[in-house]
Structure formats: structure tokens, C-alpha cells
């Protein structure tokens, strides 16, 4: 069989504390931790994990193995805070796995969000280019889907409006429209099919069908 | 098929592969810079000219009218104007770089692609503005009768020398700010006090000849004298050994900036 995803011994770990601090961990803040901890080593240099007085480790994903065939779907569902995310942040390279490793074959694309890199000071015509480049379409692509892209955001007459003046419909709109004209081989997509009104919904599952029923030619 | 493999520490040759791949993200990010820069200015493009115009008005004043300090035959608003554009250009790599990982950390936590072009478009920015403020020089120039010689031909390469300082000090603070906010208070401090510090105001022939090699530590200082050495004749003359080190000191930062930018940039989209 030809596993396109082939994901081995897959692991995330993430030192919270220094996480939940946001903002707060200053350059003061992690000298005072490493004075402390050579402290603590001086009085106990035996004592194992001096690390543990404020951090604490957090494995969001351990031992993850699976394989994805050539044409075939896969879901993957959870409580909040199963690792549902760092799984697809790890796939689309965001972020690099602790242990384990993952092969991909083809071209990848990831929608964790829609309208990524979208600036509220250019004009929508701008930022389907920006996005677009962002998404990873070449130039050459964004042109050629451009007319495209206007039809299916339906916003034609907005197209040189700075998108700061668009409702936030429209912005959404315009965000999965680029998303929507992707090409890729292999396509990751955290919950980004929830957006805009209803008759957008309906358009949007259209669009997911088409990408399927290619997929099954 | 092209084949990827996600896996703990990636390997420098698939770095360069990738910002081969990348290049495209490169030059709509740059052109996103410039598009935005002056969007919802009155003045737009103009600002490029008077900024730097009225720093060059004031250093004047204060360095030439005030102080009285000596500029040799050379008039004194050419002399500022010429280390204007370089510390300008510098000042304002620096401070774009260093807070553009944060700036774009939206993009950072949600898709991939070689960080490093982040701080490195803040480049082609600057560059635009250096070109159009470089009106004011040859303005000034025309207006003393100022020629400059085939020595001018050098100004590429000084602005090379001025972009790799800038960078490799802009590679550093970014990565550093994505874990440490710290640096981006440190940043105005560094483009305040370095237009002091360094021989804008003034000719760097003032500083005496036992501290100038410590002087030029500065990677800026090689710079400033550069452009004053290519651009006003036999008015100015470099100081070779000081100049040396100025290289010297402005690859050094760019390497390890960039070494240090590409150790720590597996980690940004976790700690940003």
C-alpha cells in the first residue's frame, strides 16, 4: 500500500509555566529561575529534577502512530484539550514533535484558520494575493484563480475596499474563498468549515464535496 | 513526489531548500510592507523624504550651529546627510526586524514556512527608503556643487555591510523578543542612543586617534565612514584598520544571528 502520512511514535511536550506566564516571562524572571535553580543544586546536587519547583510537563501527545493511504480521509475527534491541534500543528510543521518523527508525501496544505496573514489596511484584492502567497500558491496560481476566488466570496463590488471596512461575513467570506482554492495533495483542516451565514455554509460543504469527489478520480 | 520528514532538529540543507521554495512568501511579505506603510497618510511617500530631512536639519544645528564642531571643506548639512541615509537605513532594520516575529505571530502559530523571512523583508522596506531619501543627498550635493567621484561605485557594497549589521543584530533581538519582550523596549534604546554614539552629528576624525580602533567597534562607524569616504572626495579619508574590524565585526553578527535565529525558531510557535 502507499501510506502518503505515515506518522511513528509521535510525542509533544510542552513545559507549561513558562506557557500559562505569557508576557510575563521576562528576562528577570528567568534569571531569578536560574540563580534559583543553581541554588538548589549547590544544597541538594543530588536532588533530581530542580526544574519541577515552577515548571511542570505536559505531554499533549505520546506514543501517536498511525498511517494515512493514498485517497483515503482521515477524522480525528476529541475532547477540548486532547491534542486534536498539536497533532495538525506537528503535520503542517508549525511546530516540531519532542520524539518521534512523520512522513509526508506531497504537497501539503493546512487551514488551522482561515485568513491567515490577512492585513485590515489592504484592500481585498491585496490580500487574496497575501493569503494566497501565505496559503503557499504561487503567483502564478492566484492569478489564474483570482476570478474565481471574487465569485465564490461574492464580493465583486468590495474588491478595493481596505477588508478593515468589511463586515466580519465578508472577511470570513473572502478568508475561505483563498483557502477554498487550494490545490494541495494532501490537505489539513482544523474546525475552519464553521464560519460565515448560512448559505455560505451551504457553499463551503459544496466546496468540500469537489475536493473530495477529485480526490476519488 | 517530493517526501518530507517531520522530525526533531532539521537539517541545514533542507533549510536552504526550503528558503529556495519559499522565495515567492519572500517578496509578497516585502511587498505588503511597502503597500502598508503609508496607507491612510495624507502625505504618503513624503514622509520617506522629510524624516530624514528633519533629522539632518537638527544634527545639523545642534553639531554644526551649536557646537561648532569642524566638518573640514566639507559643508556641514552633506556631511550629516551622508551618515544620515546609512544610520537611517540601519535604524530602521533593526527596529522592524526585531519586532516583526511578534508583529506576525498570528501567521507564526498558524502556518509554516521558513521564519527567518519574517525579520529578513524589514530589508527591501528600508531599502525603498533609503533610495527615495538619497533625493535629499543629491539635492544637497547639486546646491554646494558637490561632485562625487567613481568612489560612489563603493555604496552598494557599504549598504551591504549596513544591511548584514543590521540584520544579524535584527536576527538576535527578534528571536530573543519571541521568548523575552524585554528586547523590544531594548531596540529604541539601541537606535537612540546609537545615533550618538555614532559619527552622524559628527566626523569620526574628532575621536582621538588611540580610541578609534576601540571606536569602531561599532559596526556602524565603518559604515558612516564608508559612505563619507565614497561619497564626499578626497574630503574624507577612512581609517583602514577600523574599517577592517567594522567587517569583521558586521559578518560575525550576521552568522551568529542567523545560526542563533534558525536554532530557536522550532520553538517560536510554542512560546510566542
Known amino acids: 500500500m502507499n501510506a502518503v502520512i505515515k506518522a511513528e511514535n509521535l510525542g509533544k511536550k510542552y513545559i507549561i509555566g513558562h ?52 485517497g483515503e480521509r482521515l477524522g480525528i475527534i476529541g475532547p477540548n484539550g486532547a491534542g486534536k491541534s498539536t497533532l495538525l500543528k506537528i503535520l503542517s510543521r508549525i511546530t516540531e514533535p519532542t520524539t518521534g518523527k512523520v512522513r509526508i508525501k506531497g504537497r501539503v496544505s493546512s487551514l488551522l484558520e482561515v485568513g491567515t496573514g490577512f492585513h485590515p489596511e489592504l484592500t481585498g484584492r491585496e490580500n487574496i494575493f497575501l493569503n494566497g502567497a501565505i496559503l503557499g500558491m504561487t503567483r502564478q496560481e492566484i492569478k489564474k484563480k483570482f476570478d474565481e476566488i471574487v465569485a465564490f466570496a461574492e464580493l465583486e463590488k ?5 477588508v478593515k471596512r468589511y463586515s466580519s461575513g465578508m472577511y470570513v467570506r473572502l478568508a475561505f474563498a483563498v483557502a477554498a482554492h487550494l490545490e494541495p495533495e494532501i490537505l489539513i483542516v482544523d474546525e475552519v468549515l464553521a464560519v460565515g451565514d448560512a448559505s455560505f455554509q451551504k457553499n463551503a460543504w ?8 477529485k480526490d476519488e478520480r | 513526489m517530493n517526501e518530507i520528514i517531520i522530525e526533531p532538529n532539521k537539517s541545514l540543507k533542507r533549510f536552504w531548500q526550503e528558503l529556495w521554495a519559499y522565495r515567492e512568501l519572500f517578496y509578497f511579505l516585502a511587498w505588503k510592507d511597502i503597500l502598508v506603510r503609508y496607507k491612510q497618510t495624507v502625505i504618503g511617500i513624503a514622509w520617506s523624504v522629510i524624516r530624514p530631512l528633519l533629522s539632518m536639519v537638527i544634527l545639523t544645528v545642534i553639531f554644526g550651529g551649536v557646537a561648532k564642531l569642524p566638518s573640514g571643506n566639507t559643508p556641514y548639512p552633506i556631511l550629516v546627510c551622508a551618515a544620515i541615509l546609512p544610520w537611517q537605513f540601519f535604524s530602521s532594520i533593526l527596529t522592524l526586524s526585531g519586532n516583526s516575529l511578534v508583529a506576525n505571530r498570528n501567521m507564526i502559530t498558524k502556518v509554516y514556512f521558513p521564519r527567518i523571512i519574517i525579520p529578513s523583508t524589514s530589508m527591501v522596506v528600508s531599502f525603498v527608503d533609503f533610495l527615495i531619501a538619497f533625493v535629499i543627498l543629491a539635492a544637497l550635493m547639486l546646491w554646494y556643487g558637490f561632485w562625487p567621484n567613481l568612489k560612489i561605485l563603493v555604496l552598494p557594497a557599504l549598504l551591504l555591510l549596513a544591511a548584514l549589521t543590521s540584520l544579524g543584530a535584527g536576527y538576535w533581538i527578534g528571536a530573543l523578543n519571541v521568548k523575552y519582550r524585554d528586547f523590544q523596549h531594548i531596540v529604541p534604546f539601541i537606535v537612540r542612543f546609537g545615533l550618538y554614539a555614532s559619527p552622524v552629528g559628527f566626523s569620526s576624525s574628532l575621536v582621538p586617534e588611540k580610541w578609534r580602533l576601540l571606536y569602531s567597534l561599532n559596526p556602524m562607524v565603518g559604515v558612516i565612514d564608508g559612505f563619507r569616504w565614497a561619497l564626499l572626495g578626497k574630503e574624507a579619508s577612512l581609517y583602514l584598520p577600523g574599517f577592517l574590524v567594522s567587517i569583521g565585526l558586521a559578518i560575525t553578527l550576521f552568522i551568529t544571528g542567523a545560526l542563533f535565529f534558525t536554532k530557536t525558531e522550532r520553538k517560536f510557535a510554542d512560546i510566542i
Request: charged share 30%; aromatic share 10%.
Open chain 1, 158 to 162: 468590495f474588491l478595493d475596499t481596505p
Open chain 1, 206 to 213: 459544496e466546496r468540500w464535496r469537489m475536493w473530495h469527489r
Open chain 1, 19 to 70: 506557557q500559562k506566564q505569557r508576557g510575563g516571562a521576562t528576562l528577570r524572571d528567568s534569571m531569578a529561575h536560574t540563580a534559583r535553580g543553581i541554588w538548589q543544586r549547590v544544597r541538594h546536587p543530588l536532588s533530581p529534577n530542580r526544574e519541577s519547583i515552577d515548571l511542570e510537563e505536559l505531554w499533549a501527545l505520546k506514543d501517536v502512530n498511525f498511517e494515512v493511504q493514498e
